[in-house]
């Protein structure tokens, strides 16, 4: 039987692969239009191959033109799937873990398929698409050169025993694209349950990690927890807001809850992010070999922890790149945001000069245009750095992706942040000006709000909808393309054009810059936090559309935490604790307690602010990151892997006793 693995209401119209078998299409394989046909046969065997003569042993087929392929479309698409009992055993392989008969997680293996909770029968419906297509990509990734020295057609493009295929199509430019297909109907259902209808309840994060994957699930957790987290603040400063808005003495109490709510509310989220992993199998589960990146190159040299000749690099030659070149790119283009600051002061001044000579309504509007110029700039600046910092973190070239992400999230955290709120900062502690600095964060936050809003929801949006329209005029079969009911062939083009999901980065930094803007300065503008969670209500049902209607739907990742995100809330959150500790010790009120003496002010204010980041780092140390309950779990289902070792080693022995006798 072949794949049953998805149910016969899922199924899309199934091709048949050389062999004769019919299978559900799972995944795209798309190559250069120009590939040569030796190359093609050569990887279409290798990917049909059996698993002992180096193959990944699942079933492709090539597209058919569909009613909307033209002569110059490229004819080079090819749909992967596989049988339910391959799937099955390459669950095994990448260490799935799915609910026991008992409840709980443990990893999937063949052997005792039955002792697993939803396992019916043959397994039909027991892996999720998203699961099903994880385990087509890490075959394919996996899937090695023999004894090959090239690319069959391709002299140029070498090969060496053990190098990834996929990996080095992918440099080289012969494979275009690796993509999982959607499924119409489930995700009809999805959107109707996620954003289709607006409701006033939580987000199916299970149905979005049961289509999506951990990652993208645990993205759109944290988004909800954070928005509910931000309630209790915005509750707090509406009123604040409304009837003490010209008192600005009296912004102490805020700033002091402030300091206990950005420190609860991270470790309260480990908790709850450890308890959905748990559920979804990813909390226990062992992280993958990495495997090179594509893009990294070097001298063919001897891997010693793998075995393999593969690319070796020198990590001085590497660390030379950084530290001579990223380094000092990095410092130049702070002084550049440095400088844009002081221009910004300057109009600043300008505009304020002008109101005070003819104070009319059009000059107090005057006023707020250099905040305004000021915001747009910083976005047009942090666009082009994420650009240049992405091409510097390549070049610098790193072996493996968690190395060159940690890099990438490093160069663009700082100089986001510096490009963000040093202006904030300057006014609150060199100007000492609450009335500016109240403007300046209102007008950096809305104007950042509705930039975003329009470049991540209408933008995206908009493009999609030429590149359907296109399609729709390409059609002879008008009728069916209105209705919606494309053939697969066509069904796929259109899904090999839509937009590529780069992933949750660009999201996460965006909480995070809103983090700041909440967590340093909202005690001057109560509103900050009212407009987070009205931009995040937004956020949610903006990402969920584009997830459903503008992005190709990515591959699922395996998560159990939210990563190096969560290491920057957190020195976020510490950097809050002395902003706010700075800005009560400003405040009238406190410094009327030290009327003669400012040194002491001071001294009194370092004081409290290392006792509170003191009774900060406690609270994370009694706050376990785990639920007491899952620990429990966890260590269980160790003891019992233990124990079933022990008698695994005992049975080994007691034969090898009767054997020698």
Same mark, same amino acid.
């Given at each position: 039987?072949?794949?049953?693995?998805?149910?016969?209401?899922?199924?899309?119209?199934?091709?048949?692969?050389?062999?004769?078998?019919?299978?559900?299409?799972?995944?795209?394989?798309?190559?250069?239009?120009?590939?040569?046909?030796?190359?093609?046969?050569?990887?279409?065997?290798?990917?049909?191959?059996?698993?002992?003569?180096?193959?990944?042993?699942?079933?492709?087929?090539?597209?058919?033109?569909?009613?909307?392929?033209?002569?110059?479309?490229?004819?080079?698409?090819?749909?992967?799937?596989?049988?339910?009992?391959?799937?099955?055993?390459?669950?095994?392989?990448?260490?799935?873990?799915?609910?026991?008969?008992?409840?709980?997680?443990?990893?999937?293996?063949?052997?005792?398929?039955?002792?697993?909770?939803?396992?019916?029968?043959?397994?039909?419906?027991?892996?999720?698409?998203?699961?099903?297509?994880?385990?087509?990509?890490?075959?394919?990734?996996?899937?090695?050169?023999?004894?090959?020295?090239?690319?069959?057609?391709?002299?140029?493009?070498?090969?060496?025993?053990?190098?990834?295929?996929?990996?080095?199509?992918?440099?080289?430019?012969?494979?275009?694209?690796?993509?999982?297909?959607?499924?119409?109907?489930?995700?009809?259902?999805?959107?109707?349950?996620?954003?289709?209808?607006?409701?006033?309840?939580?987000?199916?994060?299970?149905?979005?990690?049961?289509?999506?994957?951990?990652?993208?699930?645990?993205?759109?957790?944290?988004?909800?927890?954070?928005?509910?987290?931000?309630?209790?603040?915005?509750?707090?400063?509406?009123?604040?807001?409304?009837?003490?808005?010209?008192?600005?003495?009296?912004?102490?109490?805020?700033?002091?809850?402030?300091?206990?709510?950005?420190?609860?509310?991270?470790?309260?989220?480990?908790?709850?992010?450890?308890?959905?992993?748990?559920?979804?199998?990813?909390?226990?589960?062992?992280?993958?070999?990495?495997?090179?990146?594509?893009?990294?190159?070097?001298?063919?040299?001897?891997?010693?922890?793998?075995?393999?000749?593969?690319?070796?690099?020198?990590?001085?030659?590497?660390?030379?790149?950084?530290?001579?070149?990223?380094?000092?790119?990095?410092?130049?283009?702070?002084?550049?945001?440095?400088?844009?600051?002081?221009?910004?002061?300057?109009?600043?001044?300008?505009?304020?000069?002008?109101?005070?000579?003819?104070?009319?309504?059009?000059?107090?509007?005057?006023?707020?245009?250099?905040?305004?110029?000021?915001?747009?700039?910083?976005?047009?600046?942090?666009?082009?750095?994420?650009?240049?910092?992405?091409?510097?973190?390549?070049?610098?070239?790193?072996?493996?992706?968690?190395?060159?992400?940690?890099?990438?999230?490093?160069?663009?955290?700082?100089?986001?942040?510096?490009?963000?709120?040093?202006?904030?900062?300057?006014?609150?502690?060199?100007?000492?000006?609450?009335?500016?600095?109240?403007?300046?964060?209102?007008?950096?936050?809305?104007?950042?709000?509705?930039?975003?809003?329009?470049?991540?929801?209408?933008?995206?949006?908009?493009?999609?909808?030429?590149?359907?329209?296109?399609?729709?005029?390409?059609?002879?079969?008008?009728?069916?393309?209105?209705?919606?009911?494309?053939?697969?062939?066509?069904?796929?083009?259109?899904?090999?054009?839509?937009?590529?999901?780069?992933?949750?980065?660009?999201?996460?930094?965006?909480?995070?810059?809103?983090?700041?803007?909440?967590?340093?300065?909202?005690?001057?503008?109560?509103?900050?936090?009212?407009?987070?969670?009205?931009?995040?209500?937004?956020?949610?049902?903006?990402?969920?559309?584009? /997830?459903?209607?503008?992005? +190709?739907?990515? =591959?699922? *990742?395996?998560? #159990?935490?939210?990563?190096? &995100?969560?290491? $920057?809330? %957190?020195?976020?959150?510490?950097?809050?604790?002395?902003?706010?500790?700075?800005?009560?010790? /400003?405040?009238?009120?406190? +410094?009327?307690? =030290?009327? *003669?003496?400012? #040194?002491?002010?001071?001294? &009194?204010?370092? $004081?409290? %602010?290392?006792?509170?980041?003191?009774?900060?780092?406690?609270?994370?140390?009694?706050?376990?990151?785990?639920?007491?309950?899952?620990?429990?779990?966890?260590?269980?289902?160790?003891?019992?892997?233990?124990?079933?070792?022990?008698?695994?080693?005992?049975?080994?022995?007691?034969?090898?006793?009767?054997?020698?006798?």
């Amino acid at each position: 039987m072949d794949l049953g693995a998805l149910g016969e209401g899922k199924m899309l119209q199934e091709p048949v692969d050389s062999h004769g078998s019919r299978f559900t299409p799972l995944v795209v394989v798309e190559l250069a239009s120009d590939t040569k046909e030796e190359a093609i046969a050569w990887l279409l065997n290798r990917i049909r191959d059996k698993q002992q003569n180096g193959g990944a042993e699942l079933l492709v087929e090539q597209l058919s033109p569909g009613a909307l392929a033209l002569e110059k479309e490229n004819p080079n698409l090819f749909l992967v799937g596989a049988s339910w009992q391959r799937l099955l055993s390459g669950a095994e392989d990448v260490g799935l873990f799915k609910e026991f008969s008992d409840g709980s997680m443990r990893g999937f293996t063949c052997t005792n398929k039955h002792n697993f909770k939803d396992f019916r029968g043959d397994g039909d419906d027991f892996l999720s698409m998203a699961e099903c297509q994880f385990i087509i990509k890490h075959e394919l990734d996996t899937l090695r050169a023999k004894d090959e020295s090239h690319v069959p057609g391709y002299t140029q493009v070498k090969l060496y025993p053990g190098k990834s295929i996929i990996r080095r199509l992918q440099s080289k430019g012969i494979l275009v694209q690796v993509f999982p297909l959607h499924e119409k109907e489930e995700l009809k259902r999805l959107s109707f349950s996620w954003y289709k209808k607006v409701k006033l309840s939580l987000q199916p994060l299970d149905d979005i990690r049961h289509y999506y994957g951990e990652g993208l699930a645990l993205y759109f957790g944290f988004l909800e927890y954070f928005t509910f987290a931000l309630v209790p603040m915005a509750l707090i400063g509406l009123p604040y807001y409304l009837f003490d808005w010209d008192n600005y003495d009296k912004y102490v109490v805020f700033a002091a809850f402030n300091l206990v709510w950005c420190t609860v509310i991270l470790e309260v989220w480990k908790r709850s992010s450890a308890s959905l992993a748990y559920g979804w199998g990813t909390l226990s589960r062992k992280k993958a070999f990495e495997e090179p990146r594509p893009g990294f190159h070097g001298v063919l040299g001897f891997n010693p922890v793998t075995g393999r000749e593969e690319p070796l690099y020198p990590n001085a030659k590497r660390q030379l790149r950084v530290y001579l070149v990223s380094l000092p790119f990095v410092l130049l283009c702070l002084y550049l945001s440095l400088y844009v600051m002081m221009i910004y002061f300057e109009m600043e001044g300008l505009a304020l000069s002008v109101h005070d000579e003819d104070p009319t309504f059009w000059t107090g509007v005057l006023l707020f245009i250099p905040s305004i110029i000021y915001a747009v700039v910083i976005e047009v600046m942090n666009l082009i750095y994420r650009y240049a910092a992405e091409f510097l973190t390549e070049w610098e070239n790193h072996r493996l992706e968690s190395s060159y992400q940690n890099h990438l999230v490093l160069k663009v955290l700082v100089f986001n942040f510096f490009n963000c709120f040093a202006s904030l900062f300057y006014i609150a502690f060199v100007m000492q000006d609450m009335v500016l600095l109240r403007q300046s964060l209102a007008t950096l936050l809305i104007t950042s709000q509705i930039l975003n809003q329009f470049m991540e929801a209408f933008l995206p949006y908009w493009l999609q909808r030429r590149r359907n329209k296109k399609m729709m005029r390409r059609s002879q079969k008008r009728r069916n393309v209105e209705d919606k009911e494309l053939p697969l062939a066509d069904q796929v083009r259109l899904e090999a054009d839509m937009s590529v999901y780069l992933g949750t980065f660009d999201d996460y930094l965006e909480q995070f810059l809103l983090f700041g803007y909440v967590s340093l300065f909202s005690c001057v503008y109560p509103l900050a936090a009212v407009l987070v969670v009205l931009n995040n209500v937004t956020e949610v049902y903006s990402d969920a559309f584009k /997830m459903c209607r503008v992005f +190709k739907r990515p =591959f699922s *990742e395996p998560a #159990a935490n939210i990563g190096v &995100w969560q290491l $920057a809330f %957190e020195a976020m959150s510490v950097i809050a604790v002395v902003t706010n500790c700075a800005l009560i010790g /400003m405040s009238p009120q406190v +410094k009327a307690y =030290f009327p *003669e003496s400012e #040194a002491q002010l001071i001294l &009194w204010t370092a $004081a409290i %602010e290392h006792g509170l980041l003191a009774f900060k780092f406690i609270l994370t140390f009694i706050i376990p990151d785990v639920p007491k309950h899952i620990q429990i779990k966890l260590a269980r289902l160790e003891f019992e892997s233990l124990e079933a070792l022990k008698k695994k080693k005992m049975l080994e022995a007691t034969e090898l006793s009767k054997a020698a006798q």
